[in-house]
């Protein structure tokens, strides 16, 4: 079993910079690929960036790309998202999950994910 706690959510205007953490208790984090995933209101869970379990390879949504990072430290148990230059489409509850597969085009798909956080509500108003 996987613990994620996410925090660093919050209300932040339009232009500005947030930076999520999401920390993880329970067996070996650093076997896992790490993805976080968003949900606006009447919305399906969208995949937003993905690292791989030694945080060789990142991937981005085309929509985040070139404004958000994804990183991990594997000693620290923790992944982090930071959100620079946010708008108001960005607005949702970000969640980040664990997926202990092999193949790096799953973590891009909800479904492959075993574990997943309670979510930090993100609002970005214009």
């Known amino acids: 079993q996987v613990q994620l706690v996410e925090s660093g959510g919050g209300l932040v205007q339009a232009g500005g910079s947030l930076r999520l953490s999401c920390t993880a208790s329970?067996?070996?984090?650093?076997?896992?690929?790490m993805g976080w995933f968003r949900q606006a209101p009447g919305k399906e869970r969208e995949f937003v960036a993905a690292?791989?379990?030694?945080?060789?390879?990142?991937f981005y949504s085309d929509s985040v790309k070139g404004r958000f990072t994804i990183s991990r430290d594997n000693a620290k148990n923790t992944v982090w998202l930071q959100m620079n230059n946010l708008r108001p489409e960005d607005t949702g509850v970000y969640y980040c999950?664990?997926?202990?597969?092999?193949?790096?085009?799953?973590?891009?798909?909800?479904?492959?994910?075993?574990?997943w956080g309670q979510g930090t509500q993100v609002t970005v108003s214009s």
């Open positions: 999950a664990a997926e202990s597969g092999i193949y790096e085009k799953a973590l891009r798909l909800a479904n492959e994910y075993d574990y």
């Open positions: 329970g067996r070996s984090f650093s076997s896992y690929g």
């Open positions: 690292i791989t379990w030694g945080g060789g390879r990142t």
